[in-house]
């Protein structure tokens, strides 16, 4: 259950979670008939919709370094997918459907185990964007279970008293209000109770909180998100972590941003389950030999 209390929202999520080392999939999908959706946006990313009728399920797999994304929103007029691959990133973006939650919960061991400060990465959207961007971290403390696959326990995310906005893309920090100037425990996390099966300790009930400035200048709760899992299965034997599907559907592949030169949206066709296209340098190079061509003098002056 995740529930947004600032904006007076609750809905529910399904989840089932598989993870094996680094490598996890999560599917989760919406079982509350208020809950919202979400759509695919022409110029990229997702527009959030309200309706009772439709239903959005979406997968996340990260495997050999490589983040999987696959959604689908099912409505009256069938079913729509949009797919997207990544590299992998320290720690999973922000979602609305809160996918990265349940990677915290079940999937973190490898990136608690790298850490060697007191800082962490904030597990939740900031008001200036850029800084998750940016790689921001805040003072944490953490404990962590005694047994494999030694995730974590508790955790304390401390807020230093300033807020940070962003106002026409420039930095807008400024203090908050006394006595919050000083500093708060801006976010926790807490495994309620866990199961312990041949040695693998996974959590059964878990919590997470989220503390701001809500209305008024009080601190308020603004977000408290639970879950519980209905069943624990060890030794679960899957080869794939990549997201299931059939038929035919375009992947946005978004590790080319990061080539030289690079290219934000490279889109491809694949089918039957994979996530490679054979073509993919080939579509790579015509994709830049296309910008070039657009960012051109001549082609600016014919515009």
Known sequence: MIEELGVK???TQRFDVTVSGARILIVSSNTDAHSGYMSPSPVGGFVPHT???????????????????????????????SAKIDYAPEMPDPEVN????????????????????HFLKPLWGFDDPKLN??????????????HPPFLPKQVAYYFDGTLR?????????????????????NFTYNEISSTNFGGIQIPTEFEFVRYGFGEGLGLHKIEFISGKVDEFEPGVSV????PAYTGEI?????????????????????RDGKWESPDIEKIYRRDVKEQIEENSPRSNHHQ
Request: hydrophobic share 30%.
């Open 165 to 185: 906005y962003r106002i026409t893309d420039v930095p807008f920090p400024h203090f908050a209000p006394a006595p919050w100037n000083k500093g708060f425990t």
């Open 250 to 270: 375009a992947i946005f592949d978004k590790r080319f941003a990061r080539s030289g030169p690079p290219v934000n949206d490279l889109t491809f066709p694949a």
């Open 9 to 11: 929202k609750k809905f």
């Open 133 to 146: 961007e940016e790689g921001f971290k805040m003072r944490a403390y953490w404990s962590r279970n005694e």
């Open 51 to 81: 309706n009772e009728t439709d239903r959005l399920e979406t997968e996340m797999g990260i495997e050999n370094g490589t983040m999987y994304r696959l959604t689908r929103i099912y409505s009256k007029d069938g079913c729509k997918i």
């Open 98 to 117: 809160g996918i990265h939650y349940l990677w915290f919960a079940f999937g973190s061991s490898s990136y608690f185990q790298s850490q060697t400060g």
């Open 239 to 242: 080869s794939d972590f990549k």
